[in-house]
C-alpha cells in the first residue's frame, strides 16, 4: 500500500504537471487579450454582454486593419475562461492567462465583488487590466497601479436622478433608501445618503437587504406604511424585478421609483411588460447619444451592428465592454509598444472620444462620467435628465396601478 | 395596520414555504434520504408551468396536474434507476449522489434553457384586494389554499389507502415489508415520485410570484431543510406547521429587525431545534 | 517503532522534501495549482478526521474554513496584526468554535447531525454578511504579499502536519477509540471510552486545520467574501475527495483531493461551461461505482469490471 499510495502520487503529478503546464504558443503577430468572465453562474446574464461586446469589437479592428505597433500590423485575440462567477476560480484562472498563456493584456470580469480579487493578480505580476464591469470605489482606492475602469463610480449613481427629484412638479420631498449586502450597491446607497442630504430630501426608510432575496413583502409593507415620494433601489437585476412585481401585489406606487443596472437593458422591459412603464433608470450610455469614434463611428451605429450580429439590443454594459477593447487599440498604439508598463503609462494618459463616449482615466483609474436619468415609456427609454438640466419630458407622477392605461 | 399586515404575509409565505418542503418530508422520513436534488425537482415544475403557459397558453393552475405527472414520472425513473441502487448506503453517499444529481441537472437546464430569467405571467398575477387596511394578492391567497388542499389530500393518502399503508410499512421496516411481499423497489420509486411530484407542484407555485432560473433550487432546498425539520419530518400536516413558523419568523424578523435577518434566523432556528427537539413541532419517534 | 513505520515516515518525507523544491521547477501557474491543490487535500484530511474516522458526517466544515479566513483577515485588516500572528489566531478561533458548536451537535446522529452543521455553516455566513467589522457583504481586502512561494510553504506545511495527524490516529489508542464510536458508538462507551470528549476533540481537531487553511487562503487570495468562504459546494467537494481516495485511510483524501483538483482544473479550461455538468456525473460515478475510494481499489487489486459491478450492487435495495 505505501508504494503503491507513493508511487501513484509522483505518477499523478507527473501526469498533472505534464498537461496543465502545456503553454499554448501563440503566432507572432497577435495580441491576445486574455479574461476570465462570467458565462455560468449568477452573473451569466450580464457576462454574456461582455462576451458578445469584447468578440465584436476585436473583429471590428482587426477589420479596420488591426493595431499598428512600431511599423508592424498586429491582429487582436481573445482568451476567454469562464469564472463561473466565482471569485476564487477567477484568480485562478487570470494567473493562469498571465503564466501560463502569457497573455499580453488583461480584460477584467464582470462585478465589483470579482473584479477587486481579480485586479489584485494584474497588480502583483504588472500586467494592465480594463474592466468594465465593476464600479465599487473598493477596486479603485488600493493605491494600484494597473487596474482600469470604464464604469462611472458607484457613489455618484444616482445623483442625477435625486437631483432630477427635486425639479419635478410637485418636487419630491420624501425618499426610500434600499439596496442589496453588496460592493457596488452599498458604495451606491452611501453616495445617495450625500444626494439626499445635498437637495434636502427626507429619508424615511434606509435599509439593506440579502442579495438572495426573493421576497419583498415585509420590506413593502414598511414601505408603505411610510409613503416616500421616491423609492431608490440599487440592487441585482433580479431583485428590482421581484420588487415591482410584488409591489405591484401589495399596491405600492410611489410618484417616482429609480433602479440600478436593470432598465436599461432590453430584457427588463421584456419580462415587466406593462409593469415596466414610468420606470427610472441611469446609464451612462445610450444608443442615441451623440457619441463616437473610430471603428465606431457613433454609438447608433455601434448598436445597430450589435443588434444585427447577435440579436438583442446593447446597453451600457455593452458599450462599456466595446470602450475597453478600444482602450488597449489606442493605448498599444499611442505607446508604440507592446511592453506592459508603457501600454499602462498610455492607458493613464490616454484622452479619446469613442462610442461610450470620452475615455479618460482619474489617477486611480477609474472613469469619469455622468450618468443620464432615463424614464421608460411606451416600452422605450426616453432620457430626461443629464449634466443638470431637464432633456425630456419625465411622465409623473406614476400614477397608481388601478389607474394605469 | 403594519402589524396586522406582517402577519399576513408571513401566514401566506408559509403557505408557499409549506408546499415547498412538503415533498423533501416525504422523501426524508419514509426513505431516510435527504433529497439534495429537491431543489432542483422544484426548478423543473417550475419550467414545465413556464413552458405549458408560454409555448400552449395554459394557465398556470390548470396546467397543474400536467406538472404533478410529469414530475412524478421523472422522480419514480430517477429513483428506480438510479438512487435505488444506493439506498442501503451510508448517508453521506446518498447525500454525495443527490448532490451530484443537482448538479446534473441544474446544468442540463442552463444548457437547454439558458440562464435566462423567465416568469409566469397570467393576466392575474399581480392582482389583488384590499380589506380592513390590508392588501392581499390573489396568487397568493390561492397557493395557501392550494398547499392546505395538497397536504390533506396526502395525508389521506398516507393513512386510509393500501398505497400509503405500503409506503409506510416500508419506511418502518424494510425487511419486513418486503418479506409481506411489498416489492420495495417499486414503492420506493414511488414515494420518491410523490416527492418530486410534489415538488412540482410547488415550483408551478413558485414560479408564478418568482423568477424562474436554473440555479433557483439551491436555496430553496436549504429553505425546505429548515420547514421540514421545524415541523417534524415524515409528518404530512408538519411541513405546513414548519412553513407558518418559518414564515412568521421572517415576516415579523425582517420588519422589526431588519431585512438582512431573516436567513440567520431561520438557519438558527435550525440549529436550534435539532439540538433541542429534532423531531420538530409536530413529530414523533426518536431523533436521536 | 518498527522498521516499516519508520520507512513509511522517512517516505513521506522525501515527498514532502520534494514538493518543497517544486517551484524551483515548475511554473509559476503550477505553483498556484499545487497551493490550492494542497488547501483542498487540508480541507479533506481535516475532514477524515470527523468524518472518516470518526463516522461523524459532518456537513459543516466550511464553517471552519470560513471562520478561520475571517479571524485572520479581520486580525490583519482591522485590528492590523501581523500575518504570523493572525494565522495561528484563525486557527485558535476556528478550534475553539468547533469544540463549543460540537458540544451539544455531535450528541445528535447520522442525517441530524450532517443538517445540524448544514445550518451551523449558513447560520455563519449569515452572521458574517450581516456584521460590519467584517465587512457585511463588500468583504474584506488584504494587502497584497508578493511573495507566492510564502503561501506554497505554508500550505505544504499544513499539509504535512494535518497528514502527520491521520497517520497519528491510525496508529494511536485516541485514533482506534474513534473508530470504535464510528463502528459502534454504544459498544465503545460501555468500554469505558469518553466518547463525547472524543467525538469534540476530533471535531476540534478538525476545526483547527480547516481554519488555518482559511487563514492562508484569505492572505493568498487577498479578498474574502461571506459567499466565498461558507460555500456549501467546498464542503461538499472535500468530502467527494475524501470518498474517491477512501474515508478512514491516511493517504485516501489526499489522493483524492489531487485526482480530482486535477480534473477539475482540466474541465475548467478545456472545456469550460460543461465542466460543472461533467463534474456532477463524476460525483454521480464515483459514488455508484467507487464509494470505498481510491485506496480500497488498490488494495482489491486494480480495475477490474468485476469489482464495480460489485460495488454497483453492494448498497442497492
Request: aromatic share 12%; glycine share 10%.
Amino acid at each position: 500500500m505505501k508504494r503503491c499510495g507513493f508511487g501513484r502520487r509522483w505518477l499523478g503529478l507527473a501526469v498533472v504537471g505534464l498537461v496543465v503546464t502545456a503553454t499554448t504558443a501563440w503566432a507572432a503577430d497577435t495580441i491576445v487579450l486574455g479574461t476570465a468572465i462570467s458565462q455560468t453562474g449568477k452573473y451569466a446574464r450580464e457576462g454574456k454582454f461582455y462576451v458578445d461586446a469584447y468578440q465584436m469589437t476585436v473583429d471590428a479592428i482587426n477589420k479596420a486593419g488591426g493595431v499598428k505597433v512600431g511599423g508592424k500590423t498586429y491582429t487582436l485575440e481573445l482568451k476567454m475562461y469562464d469564472d463561473q462567477s466565482d471569485p476564487n476560480l477567477c484568480v485562478r484562472l487570470f494567473t493562469r492567462l498571465v503564466t501560463s498563456d502569457k497573455v499580453n493584456f488583461l480584460l477584467g470580469p464582470y462585478s465589483s465583488g470579482i473584479t477587486i480579487p481579480a485586479s489584485s493578480v494584474s497588480e502583483k505580476y504588472e500586467i494592465p487590466m480594463i474592466q468594465g464591469g465593476g464600479a465599487s470605489e473598493k477596486i479603485f482606492d488600493r493605491g494600484y497601479k494597473y487596474i482600469f475602469g470604464t464604469l462611472p463610480k458607484a457613489e455618484f449613481y444616482f445623483q442625477s436622478a435625486i437631483e432630477a427629484a427635486t425639479k419635478m412638479n410637485p418636487p419630491v420631498k420624501t425618499a426610500a433608501l434600499l439596496y442589496s449586502n453588496e460592493a457596488f450597491d452599498r458604495s451606491v446607497a452611501e453616495g445617495s445618503r450625500q444626494w439626499l442630504k445635498e437637495q434636502k430630501i427626507e429619508k424615511v426608510y434606509d435599509e439593506e437587504y440579502q442579495p438572495a432575496t426573493q421576497d419583498f413583502t415585509s420590506i413593502l409593507a414598511v414601505i408603505k406604511s411610510r409613503n416616500p415620494d421616491l423609492i431608490l433601489l440599487a440592487g441585482h437585476v433580479e431583485n428590482s424585478l421581484n420588487f415591482i412585481r410584488q409591489a405591484q401585489a401589495s399596491d405600492i406606487s410611489p410618484k417616482m421609483w429609480v433602479f440600478t443596472v436593470g432598465p436599461p437593458t432590453a430584457d427588463f422591459r421584456k419580462t415587466l411588460g406593462k409593469a415596466a412603464e414610468y420606470v427610472y433608470g441611469v446609464t451612462p450610455w445610450l444608443e442615441d447619444m451623440e457619441v463616437g469614434g473610430e471603428i465606431f463611428r457613433s454609438a447608433k451605429e455601434f448598436g445597430k451592428q450589435f443588434r444585427e450580429r447577435f440579436g438583442y439590443e446593447a446597453d451600457y454594459h455593452v458599450a462599456s465592454g466595446a470602450a475597453d477593447v478600444l482602450a488597449y487599440k489606442f493605448a498599444i498604439e499611442k505607446a508604440n509598444s507592446l511592453d506592459p508598463k508603457r501600454v499602462r503609462d498610455a492607458l493613464a494618459s490616454l484622452d479619446v472620444e469613442t462610442l461610450y463616449g470620452r475615455v479618460k482615466f482619474d489617477p486611480t483609474g477609474q472613469i469619469a462620467m455622468g450618468q443620464v436619468l432615463i424614464q421608460i415609456q411606451d416600452g422605450k427609454l426616453v432620457p430626461v435628465y443629464v449634466a443638470g438640466k431637464m432633456v425630456g419630458k419625465p411622465l409623473y407622477p406614476m400614477p397608481k396601478w388601478g389607474q394605469r392605461k | 395596520m403594519l402589524l396586522l399586515q406582517v402577519l399576513v404575509n408571513g401566514i401566506l409565505l408559509g403557505g408557499l414555504y409549506g408546499i415547498m418542503a412538503i415533498g423533501m418530508s416525504l422523501i426524508w422520513g419514509v426513505m431516510n434520504i435527504v433529497n439534495i436534488a429537491h431543489g432542483p425537482l422544484i426548478m423543473l415544475g417550475a419550467y414545465v408551468t413556464f413552458w405549458t403557459f408560454t409555448l400552449w397558453g395554459w394557465d398556470p393552475f390548470l396546467s397543474l396536474p400536467v406538472t404533478i405527472l410529469s414530475l412524478f414520472v421523472y422522480g419514480y425513473l430517477l429513483q428506480r434507476f438510479i438512487l435505488n441502487l444506493i439506498v442501503r448506503a451510508q448517508l453521506f453517499l446518498t447525500l454525495l449522489i443527490t448532490f451530484g444529481v443537482e448538479v446534473v441537472m441544474v446544468n442540463l437546464a442552463r444548457i437547454f434553457w439558458s440562464s435566462d430569467l423567465r416568469q409566469v405571467t397570467p393576466s392575474y398575477a399581480a392582482a389583488n384586494f384590499a380589506v380592513g387596511g390590508l392588501t392581499i394578492p390573489y396568487v397568493r391567497l390561492w397557493v395557501f389554499v392550494t398547499t392546505v388542499v395538497v397536504s390533506v389530500i396526502f395525508l389521506l393518502l398516507m393513512e386510509r389507502t393500501r398505497l400509503g399503508r405500503a409506503i409506510r410499512a416500508t419506511a418502518e421496516e424494510l425487511r419486513a415489508a418486503r418479506l409481506t411481499g411489498i416489492p420495495v423497489g417499486h414503492i420506493y420509486a414511488v414515494t420518491y415520485g410523490l416527492g418530486a411530484a410534489l415538488a412540482g407542484a410547488a415550483g408551478a407555485m413558485w414560479g408564478m410570484l418568482f423568477p424562474i432560473t436554473p440555479i433557483m433550487g439551491g436555496a430553496l432546498t436549504l429553505k425546505s431543510f429548515v420547514v421540514a425539520v421545524l415541523g417534524g419530518l415524515g409528518t404530512m400536516m408538519g411541513a405546513i406547521v414548519g412553513g407558518l413558523v418559518l414564515g412568521l419568523a421572517e415576516s415579523f424578523s425582517s420588519t422589526y429587525i431588519g431585512p438582512t435577518y431573516p436567513n440567520a434566523i431561520s438557519f438558527g432556528l435550525l440549529v436550534l431545534i435539532l439540538i433541542f427537539r429534532p423531531t420538530g413541532v409536530l413529530g414523533r419517534g426518536e431523533g436521536r | 517503532m518498527s522498521i516499516k513505520r519508520w520507512a513509511r515516515l522517512l517516505g513521506g518525507l522525501a515527498v514532502v522534501l520534494f514538493l518543497g523544491a517544486a517551484p524551483g521547477i515548475v511554473s509559476a501557474f503550477m505553483v498556484q495549482f499545487l497551493i490550492n491543490l494542497f488547501m483542498m487535500a487540508i480541507l479533506a484530511e481535516s475532514w477524515n478526521i470527523i468524518g472518516g474516522f470518526t463516522g461523524y458526517a459532518s456537513f459543516g466544515n466550511v464553517a471552519f474554513f470560513g471562520i478561520g479566513a475571517y479571524t485572520t483577515g479581520v486580525l490583519l485588516t482591522r485590528v492590523g496584526f501581523p500575518f504570523a500572528l493572525a494565522l495561528p489566531a484563525g486557527g485558535a478561533v476556528a478550534m475553539l468554535f468547533a469544540a463549543a458548536v460540537g458540544f451539544p451537535i455531535l450528541r445528535l446522529k447520522g442525517h441530524y447531525f450532517a443538517i445540524a452543521t448544514l445550518g451551523t455553516a449558513e447560520m455563519m455566513r449569515e452572521v458574517v454578511y450581516n456584521l460590519e467589522f467584517t465587512g457585511a457583504g463588500t468583504g474584506l481586502v488584504m494587502p497584497i504579499l508578493r511573495t507566492p512561494l510564502t503561501f506554497f510553504y505554508l500550505m505544504l506545511a499544513i499539509l504535512a502536519a494535518v497528514t502527520l495527524v491521520n497517520w497519528w490516529l491510525s496508529q494511536s489508542r485516541f485514533g482506534y477509540g474513534l473508530v470504535a464510536i464510528r463502528e459502534d458508538e454504544d459498544a465503545a462507551a460501555v468500554m469505558g471510552i469518553n466518547t463525547p470528549l472524543y467525538k469534540t476533540v476530533a471535531f476540534a481537531l478538525s476545526g483547527a486545520f480547516a481554519g488555518l487553511a482559511g487563514g492562508v487562503y484569505a492572505y493568498w487570495i487577498t479578498f474574502i467574501d461571506p459567499d466565498a468562504v461558507f460555500k456549501v459546494i467546498i464542503t461538499v467537494q472535500l468530502i467527494i475527495m475524501a470518498v474517491f481516495g477512501g474515508t478512514g485511510t491516511v493517504l485516501g483524501p489526499l489522493l483524492g483531493a489531487l485526482v480530482l483538483s486535477a480534473v477539475s482544473e482540466l474541465l475548467a479550461t478545456q472545456l469550460a461551461t460543461l465542466a460543472e455538468l461533467f463534474y456532477g456525473l463524476i460525483i454521480i460515478l464515483v459514488v455508484l461505482f467507487m464509494p470505498k475510494g481510491l485506496s480500497d481499489l488498490i488494495r482489491q487489486g486494480g480495475l477490474s469490471l468485476r469489482y464495480f459491478a460489485r460495488n454497483l450492487r453492494e448498497y442497492r435495495i
